[in-house]
């Protein structure tokens, strides 16, 4: 079983920049697929920013040229760069990972983006 640790959310102001972190409990390195999913307050979870073993990624429009994805295999974790944060950015972000033939995901880590 794949534990998923997220951290690095927080309030920000709009315009502001924060990175998530994304911490398995074993190595990636064979993880088909590693990403982020998000969901809003009475809206369906969506997929913000997915990132392959061959280092092909995936962003939601909305987020694009805004938010960047990363993973480093030798520590097992997975980032969120995000900058120019704005208010519809605000939800619970997820973890994610496809392995082993399963998906795992992490608890989430709020974000919210307001003055």
């Known amino acids: 079983q794949v534990q998923l640790v997220e951290s690095g959310g927080g309030l920000v102001q709009p315009g502001g920049s924060l990175r998530l972190s994304c911490a398995a409990s074993?190595?990636?390195?064979?993880?088909?697929?590693m990403g982020w999913f998000r969901q809003a307050p009475g809206k369906q979870r969506e997929a913000v920013a997915v990132?392959?073993?061959?280092?092909?990624?995936n962003f939601l429009d909305s987020v694009k040229g805004r938010f960047t994805v990363s993973r480093d295999n030798a520590k097992n974790t997975v980032y969120l760069q995000m900058t120019s944060l704005n208010p519809e950015d605000t939800a619970v972000y997820y973890c994610?990972?496809?392995?082993?033939?399963?998906?795992?995901w992490g608890q989430g880590t709020q974000v919210t983006v307001s003055s």
């Open positions: 074993e190595s990636i390195f064979s993880f088909y697929r």
């Open positions: 994610n990972a496809a392995a082993n033939g399963r998906n795992y």
């Open positions: 990132i392959i073993s061959g280092g092909g990624t």
